[in-house]
């Protein structure tokens, strides 16, 4: 364990999120999606685990470590429910919430439709399972920057 950080992130998602850059994403994701085989399409080549998270407990310790893209208006989104895009279920208001939370203001996580949303996370950083049950626990996030000490 180490003094500071979130002990529900492990070594290996630590090191993928110290490892990315601006502008790349990673992708958050229930049981249910296909993780293991898209997760051999990104970036780091492997599935990444935080199984015994909900969706929004898995969320809200990857942003106390991660800035969200502020240049973007794609910072982050969410798998939108097939036929009824503007519908947002409880898991998704959650880890809604976290964002909000995290970013000090309220920020809607944009919805993407299910395949493009596939095809998005072939394309991230790295592919992150949680242990969530719930239908529609997936998500994207964009890493941002650091500023500066004044």
Do not use: W
Request: charged share 25%; net charge negative.
């Amino acid at each position: 364990m180490l003094k500071g950080i979130d002990n529900r992130l492990n070594a290996e998602v630590l090191g993928c999120l110290r490892a990315m850059g601006h502008g790349d994403t990673i992708v958050v994701v229930d049981t249910n999606f296909p993780a293991e085989s898209v997760a051999r399409a990104t970036v780091t080549g492997k599935l990444l685990r935080m199984e015994n998270l909900t969706a929004a407990e898995a969320v809200n310790a990857i942003l106390s470590v991660l800035p969200l893209d502020t240049f973007v208006d794609d910072f982050a989104g969410r798998m939108q429910v097939v036929g009824q895009p503007d519908e947002v279920p409880p898991v998704q208001a959650e880890v809604q919430a976290e964002v909000d939370r995290a970013e000090g203001r309220a920020r809607p996580l944009p919805g993407i439709e299910r395949f493009a949303f596939y095809d998005l996370a072939r394309n991230a950083f790295a592919v992150i399972q949680t242990g969530e049950r719930r239908f529609y626990g997936c998500f994207m996030l964009r890493k941002g920057v650091i500023p500066p000490e004044a």
